[in-house]
């Protein structure tokens, strides 16, 4: 549905896109992550067709969006990561002028406003004022109005940013609803874990480029290729040290007063049997567990340099 290639975007001498490649198949959420500054908003908008590439190819649908800007905003819903003024709108007023603007014809518009008032749970706020609504409404209502030319593709630019537990919640469950309805949705974030649990792929970019891309299950496999187990013991401390040495999947040892971490990589059955393997030569373990080496640790590594702890 969406093909990225070699994406540059250039501002003077400043690279804030280099060379990206990115693919979305139809249907699927992809999860694009990265750190401020990282290039998430200019890509989106290139896509989008707000923004000129300096060059690469953008696809939609197989349409080049460089050469049919206009025909591909028909295709797409860009949903921006900062909500303009509302000039003392109603919400429904808000919604049709952004249907009108689509030259969707005024009988079709109330119901495909009041269709997506349901899908973002705002029916009740139909005649409030945009201004009063809450933060999470209004980003629901942001989504609602890049929905309303029925787009293929959604771009949607951190749609879960600054809402709460709750509402963080609420806007995961109208993204799956979105999938079911077969939309094909690019969402970005600063937060891997959150995107990890919708997402079909995730891509995490950062300084314009794209660091590790793949399923959502290549990803977490790189998380745990590099997993830290801590061990507690009662007592034969250095035993225990002199087993795990034995494993050559077992580095970077280090001792504390009664614990031992290490680093290691394999699979939940290598570690069971470390364990098995420490019990059975008489090595009182008290706890025998996996430090969180969870996807923010992936994230912080990849895109800063770091070390997964
Ligand atoms: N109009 C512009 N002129 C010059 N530099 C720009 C312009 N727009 C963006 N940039 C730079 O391009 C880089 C990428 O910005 P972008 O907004 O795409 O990042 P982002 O990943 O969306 O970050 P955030 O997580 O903060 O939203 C940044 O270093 C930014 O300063
Ligand atoms: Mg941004």
Request: glycine share 0%; aromatic share 10%.
């Given at each position: 549905m969406l093909k990225i290639k070699d994406l540059v975007k250039t501002y003077g001498k400043f690279?804030?896109?280099?060379n990206l490649n990115l693919e979305i198949p139809q249907g699927e959420i992809y999860g694009f992550v990265g750190p401020n500054g990282a290039g998430k908003t200019t890509t989106m908008k290139i896509i989008s067709g707000l923004l000129t590439a300096t060059s690469g190819e953008v696809m939609v649908d197989n349409v080049d969006v460089t050469r049919n800007s206009r025909k591909i905003k028909e295709s797409i819903g860009y949903m921006p990561d900062f909500f303009g003024v509302y000039?003392?709108?109603?919400v429904t007023e808000y919604l049709d002028f952004y249907a009108s603007i689509y030259k969707i014809k005024e009988k079709e518009r109330k119901k495909i406003t009041d269709d997506l008032l349901e899908l973002v749970d705002l029916s009740n706020k139909?005649?409030?004022?945009?201004?009063?609504?809450s933060r999470g409404m209004k980003q629901r209502l942001c989504l609602a109005r890049s929905l309303i030319h029925n787009p293929k593709l959604l771009i949607l630019d951190e749609p879960a940013s600054g809402l709460d537990p709750r509402a963080r919640v609420e806007m995961k469950e109208i993204l799956r609803n979105l999938k079911d309805m077969g939309k094909t949705i690019l969402i970005s974030s600063h937060i891997l874990s959150e995107l990890a649990e919708l997402c079909t792929h995730i891509g995490i970019i950062d300084n314009g480029k794209m660091v590790i891309s793949g399923s959502v299950s290549e990803i977490m496999q790189q998380v745990y290729s590099s997993r830290v187990i801590k061990l507690k013991v009662n007592d034969k401390l250095e035993q225990a040290e002199m087993v795990l040495k034995e494993?050559?999947?077992?580095?970077?040892i280090t001792l504390g007063e009664n614990t031992i971490q290490a680093g290691f990589e394999g699979s939940d059955q290598d570690m069971s049997r470390i364990l098995a393997t420490l019990v059975t030569r008489g090595i009182p373990v008290v706890t025998f567990s996996q430090l969180d080496g969870n996807l923010e640790d992936v994230f912080m590594k990849v895109t800063r340099g770091g070390e997964v702890q």
């Open positions: 690279v804030a896109v280099n000039d003392d709108l109603k139909r005649e409030s004022y945009v201004d009063s609504l494993f050559p999947n077992i580095d970077k």
